[in-house]
């Protein structure tokens, strides 16, 4: 069974930082794009950043560029978004997704980032 478990969400103050993971199971990690994405309430999913399988090629959204780092760990089918310079509108409930050529994607059940002093 294919499952995605994301940890590492928090309350923090704004300017601060997060390392969000992505703990895969049940794929063979390193065939699949990895991206990341957000929702805040009341708001559409939207995509923060995405990686390729050997982790060569690295996408960000405009929001998030300069300040997210997505990176992956394919021996440990791990994936990680570092979050640093934290702001308020950052604050959302964080997906990890993976998908497989042109298949459907696979989604975790998220982890929660809350940005507020």
């Known amino acids: 069974q294919v499952q995605l478990v994301e940890s590492g969400g928090d309350l923090v103050q704004p300017g601060g930082s997060l390392r969000l993971s992505c703990a895969a199971s049940?794929?063979?990690?390193?065939?699949?794009?990895i991206t990341w994405h957000r929702q805040a309430p009341g708001k559409e999913r939207e995509l923060v950043a995405g990686?390729?399988?050997?982790?060569?090629?690295?996408n960000y959204a405009d929001s998030v560029r300069g300040r997210f780092t997505i990176s992956r760990d394919n021996r440990e089918k791990m994936a990680y978004l570092q979050m640093n310079s934290l702001k308020p509108e950052d604050t959302a409930m964080y997906y990890c997704?993976?998908?497989?050529?042109?298949?459907?994607?696979?989604w975790g059940q998220g982890t929660q980032v809350i940005v507020s002093s």
């Open positions: 997704s993976a998908r497989y050529g042109s298949g459907s994607s696979v």
């Open positions: 990686i390729s399988t050997e982790g060569r090629r690295r």
């Open positions: 049940g794929l063979i990690f390193s065939n699949y794009y």
